[in-house]
Nanobody, 125 residues
Framework: QVQLVESGGGLVQAGGSLRLSCAASGRTFNNEDVAWFRQAPGKGRDFIIAINWNDGSTYATAPVKGRFTISRDNAKNSVYLQMNSLKPEETAVYYC??????????????????WGQGTQVTVSS
């Protein structure tokens, strides 16, 4: 069973950038979609972006498209989230999650089988 560990969160000013990492252990990623979600205080967990480990295809939601980039490193068995032009309302705990690839991109949290513990991102105004 693969385990996921996020890192790279912290405090950043509005307009700044952060790079989050999601490292897998236990086994290498195979034909999985690896996604990033975020959960603000008192809110639900929202899908933001995902990558398919096999072919590197990506899917991003409208609020982050053009500002956030997801990438993978096969050698390090890791997925990265580069976040630029951050906004205060994007303050949240950021989670990576994985699921076996099907024909569609899934955005509901319950569709993902494996989760990391989350990393806090705070964007100050």
């Amino acid at each position: 069973q693969v385990q996921l560990v996020e890192s790279g969160g912290g405090l950043v000013q509005a307009g700044g950038s952060l790079r989050l990492s999601c490292a897998a252990s236990g086994r290498t990623f195979n034909n999985e979609d690896v996604a990033w979600f975020r959960q603000a205080p008192g809110k639900g967990r929202d899908f933001i972006i995902a990558i398919n480990w096999n072919d590197g295809s990506t899917y991003a939601t409208a609020p982050v498209k053009g500002r956030f980039t997801i990438s993978r490193d096969n050698a390090k068995n890791s997925v990265y989230l580069q976040m630029n032009s951050l906004k205060p309302e994007e303050t949240a705990v950021y989670y990576c999650a994985a699921r076996s690839r099907t024909s569609s991109w899934w955005t509901r949290p319950k569709r993902y089988d494996i989760w990391g513990q989350g990393t806090q991102v705070t964007v100050s105004s």
